[in-house]
Structure formats: C-alpha cells, structure tokens
C-alpha cells in the first residue's frame, strides 16, 4: 500500500526503534516531524515518478494488518532506482526483504525499465548484501562512504547492470 498520513503513528514507531537502524544509528528518526516529511517525501515520489515505498503488512481478513515494514524503490538523482526497506524487527528472517525488493524490481521495470536498479547500502551490513545478491544485483562500487559521520564507513552499489563512470560519480556523490 502507498504511504498515508494515517500510518504515520507505526511508521515513526519503526523509524524511531534504534534496533532496525543498527547500521546507520544517526539515521534514526528522533521525532515525529522527521517521519512526517519522509512520509510526504514518499507520497510526492508516487505523485511525481509513479513508483516509491510502499507499507508492508501482514495479511489480515479484516483490517490493515500488523506492520511489518517500509520499502520499495525510489528514483535517486533522476538517473535510477534505488531499492530500500527497513523491517520491524519481528519481520527480520522471514522473506519480507526479497518479496519487497521483487515487487519493487517488477514496478521500476514497468515505470522506467530504461533506468538501472541498484542498492545502495553499508558494507557491514551483511542482511542487506544478501538481499541485493539474492535479487540478482552484482557489485559495482565500493568507496567511501561521503556525509557518513563514521569515516571508516565503506559504502557498497549493486546494480542490475553495468553503471557508467557519469552515473556512478553522481550515485556516490564523487566529484
């Protein structure tokens, strides 16, 4: 489901838990107007590109279902599609990470299958790694992380194709 307002109470709840940010802890959302303008920043990529994050929830016969996280994919400097999730913890070891990065794999193939899809994530963390290499994405950067607060952070792009030198500068933020 497409982000709300209405979700932002569960949302925030994910987003503010130190635990699903392990890997990237000032990241964290601290109040609710940070989740707020992330949640606007997902609903005007719908607006505008036609694809984004969704809400992911467990089945339920009636009613929305327990949240089990946010993820999707989301078009990065105009250029291409990066996938992203973030789980509850209690989703963690379950799939909901391969069949949100499928689905989203599906739909940026659909919006623009011109552009590449890559992942975008912190060498340590190994569940992420894993995921983009289950949905077939190969290594194609590994450098430094730029505006990470930790210096010794090494930031890895996997994309579903080869990436050009132009693009690749304007992915990592290189000059």
């Known amino acids: 489901m497409r982000p709300t307002c209405e979700d932002l109470d569960e949302v925030h709840q994910l987003y503010a838990d130190p635990g699903v940010w ?3 802890p000032s990241l964290r959302h601290i109040d609710r107007a940070q989740t707020a303008e992330h949640l606007r920043r997902e609903q005007h990529s719908w607006d505008e590109v036609g694809l984004g994050s969704w809400i992911a929830r467990t089945p339920a016969p009636d009613g ?3 949240l089990v996280g946010v993820g999707g994919c989301n078009l990065r400097s105009g250029i291409a599609w990066n996938l992203g999730y973030r789980l ?3 989703a963690w070891g379950h799939g909901y990470a391969q069949e949100i990065i499928a689905a989203a794999q ?3 193939a659909q ?3 011109d552009l590449p899809v890559t992942a975008y994530l912190l060498e340590h963390n190994v569940g992420s ?3 983009a290499e289950r949905a077939g994405l190969h290594l194609v950067w590994r450098g430094v992380d730029v505006g990470n607060p930790d210096p010794s952070a090494v930031r890895l792009v996997y994309a579903d194709r080869t990436l050009d030198d132009a693009l690749l500068d304007v992915l990592v933020q290189r000059e």
């Open 129 to 131: 790694k894993r995921a």
């Open 106 to 108: 599906v739909a940026a």
């Open 88 to 90: 509850a913890r209690h």
């Open 111 to 113: 919006v623009h299958p």
């Open 64 to 66: 929305p279902g327990e």
């Open 22 to 24: 392990e890997h990237f």
